[in-house]
């Protein structure tokens, strides 16, 4: 039985499983079976866990007032990045509703002149 740190890449948290490795007979592959020890702390140190990967909303609370400046900054800073992201995808949805338009127009000359000609055609 081993221990294995597995790193969340979403969150950055370091999660400590116990490992035992068997052979499996029917698929005739080597497995191991998992079982979730904890997460470890900045110290390196294993802090259980209810048994799946997550937050306890103690640890959660505990977290943001102790972190409320630095989370508040961060949470600005991605509601600047946000904003600007619409802007800019504000502008060009405006910018290709034009085009449309354009277009539209152009498809309805098109087939004004084309009904014409054959309008010119179906009478000679």
Do not use: F
């Amino acid at each position: 039985m081993g221990e294995i740190h597995c790193r969340d890449p979403r969150t950055g948290v370091v999660y400590v499983y116990s490992s035992l490795s068997y052979w499996d007979k029917e698929t005739k592959t080597k497995k191991a079976h998992r079982k979730l020890i904890g997460r470890l702390d900045e110290n390196g140190n294993v802090v259980p866990t209810k048994g799946y990967p997550g937050r306890n909303k103690k640890q959660v609370k505990d977290k943001e007032t102790s972190n409320s400046g630095s989370s508040d900054d961060a949470v600005k800073e991605m509601m600047e990045s946000y904003e600007q992201r619409l802007k800019i995808q504000s502008d060009r949805i405006a910018s290709l509703e034009s085009t449309i338009r354009e277009m539209t127009r152009e498809r309805a000359n098109l087939i004004d002149g084309l009904e014409r000609v054959l309008s010119k055609y179906r009478t000679a």
